[in-house]
């Protein structure tokens, strides 16, 4: 069986996302790449997640062609392609839909970043897409959707906002693996959430300010990070 290491993560990352309530029924999937073999692990279509088995993922190229596996791989693999072709500093992607992540993507608002829980993994607020036109519903919808999110992050920078939120749809998150990917999935949701509650105690509540922002961001990320133990990775 090819990468028995990746499908395992990418297994334990869809388990993940169940574990922490953001799927319901099979409405979600994570994925996760070998950058070296230039191969994509996913979650295979409609499989109940407490009958999958790491056999069960699908291994593809970048052009979603299966490489190995039975079973159909999931409908968003093509979404998670684009992603991946066009952010190459990602590992893995997890899509959800997470009730209130969801509630912001379909009042089509973007979730600004009013505290330092949200500023501590998002540097700035989680944007959300332009809506789809009929041309690209009708035709290679989810190859689209990941089109749309790529033309979101034009002046954004995908390491630093490492989630978005699809108009009229729901949240793709990523991160350097699929594990990180399905945990920023969780924070999301997370976030979202407090976000709001807190436009409904105060609806003209404003966005943190820039210097508290950017210290919990900066003391995570990048390389002057010291949030944590020295030799830890993230
Ligand atoms: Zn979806």
Redesign the pocket.
């Known amino acids: 069986m090819l990468l028995p290491e990746l499908r395992r993560q990418v297994l334990e990352a869809n388990l993940e996302l169940v574990r922490r309530g953001l799927v319901l029924f099979t409405?979600?999937n994570a994925s996760g790449i070998s950058r070296e073999k230039g191969l994509v692990v996913i979650k295979p279509s409609g499989v109940p997640y407490e009958k999958m088995k790491s056999a069960d993922l699908v291994v593809t190229d970048l052009n979603g062609k299966i490489v190995e596996g039975k079973l159909r791989p999931s409908s968003?693999l093509p979404t998670h392609l684009i992603l991946y072709k066009a952010f190459p500093g990602i590992g893995g992607v997890s899509?959800?839909?997470s009730e209130y992540a969801t509630a912001w993507a379909q009042a089509r608002r973007s979730i600004p970043c009013f505290g330092t829980t949200h500023a501590d993994t998002f540097h700035g607020p989680v944007p959300v897409t332009a809506e789809l036109k009929d041309p690209e519903i009708s035709e290679d919808y989810e190859a689209n959707t990941g089109h749309a999110i790529v033309r979101t992050f034009r002046d954004i920078d995908y390491a630093a906002i490492p989630g978005v939120l699809?108009a009229n749809?729901?949240p793709f998150v990523w991160g350097p693996d699929a594990m990180t990917s399905a945990h920023n999935a969780a924070v999301l949701e997370f976030v979202a959430r407090m976000a709001y509650f807190t436009l409904g105690i105060n609806a003209q509540a404003g966005a943190i300010g820039r210097s508290l922002h950017d210290k919990h961001f900066l003391r995570k990320h990048g390389k002057d990070a010291y949030y944590g133990q020295p030799k830890e990775k993230k």
Do not use: I, L, M, N
């Open positions: 409405f979600g968003d899509h959800t839909h699809v749809h729901a």
